[in-house]
């Protein structure tokens, strides 16, 4: 699949206005490449944004030579097993959701960025540690040397933009509690919802790219 520069700087913008609409400032545009070939990320800089979103760990190997120009996000569920591969690779890991993973981020690099993932909506296979405990968790990356820049959450599959606004306000409270800069929260279908209620970055891929292809899983690759 090849993208059109025009068409995918049209729907980045279109995005924004989607985002300055729900009353966002200076929000943040993660381009999700998953699912799409290299030339994926080379259009989406090329469009403007700075940074890509990858979620599974040998998809994102694969392309690691166009990733080299973005700032690599990683924000699928993790194996600790895979962080070795990943280090070189990833600027911010955004799913870390055990002391478990953490220790084995501070382990292969040490002082590397990442979000803590808090569950706001208790719906199995979402990932993220249970609200109650983002505090603790909090406190364990930070002393094992971590730059911990923020939060992540994913919305939730039912009860609409209500559901997904009650969760999204649980996980900005947290972030201004904790004194944290980033909240990353609200993808293509309820970024709205996700900026009006605190979102600094906004994880957006079928919107700039269209449809994402059907993917094959990938049988030595258990975490998708």
């Known amino acids: 699949m090849t993208f ?5 700087s049209e729907a980045l913008a279109h995005v924004h206005d989607r985002i ?5 400032v200076d929000v943040e545009v993660l381009a999700v490449t998953k699912g799409f070939g290299a030339d994926a990320i080379e259009t989406a800089l090329a469009a403007g944004c700075r940074s890509i979103g990858e979620n599974y760990a040998q998809e994102l190997l694969s392309k690691r030579d166009a990733a080299a120009q973005a700032e690599v996000h990683f924000i699928g569920q993790l194996q600790t097993n895979k962080v070795r591969q990943l280090v070189d690779v990833v ?3 955004q799913t870390v959701d055990r002391v478990k993973l953490a220790r084995e981020i501070a382990k292969r690099s040490p002082g590397a960025r990442v979000l803590v993932q808090v569950d706001t909506t208790d719906e199995p296979g979402k990932g993220g540690c249970p609200i109650g405990q983002v505090d603790q968790l909090a406190d364990q990356v930070r002393e094992l040397g971590l730059v911990l820049d923020g939060l992540m959450t994913v919305g939730p599959t039912e009860g609409g933009p209500a559901a997904a606004a009650r969760g999204f306000r649980r996980a900005r409270a947290a ?3 904790l004194g944290l800069a980033v909240c990353s929260m609200g993808m293509t279908a309820d970024l709205e919802v996700a900026v009006a209620e605190g979102a600094t970055m906004v994880r957006v891929g079928s919107a700039l790219f269209g449809p ?11 975490e998708g």
């Open 20 to 24: 300055h609409s729900a009353g966002g």
């Open 212 to 222: 994402r292809p059907a993917r094959v899983p990938d049988r030595d690759n258990p």
């Open 175 to 177: 972030v201004d509690r």
């Open 4 to 8: 059109d520069l025009a068409s995918v």
């Open 91 to 93: 600027d911010v890991f």
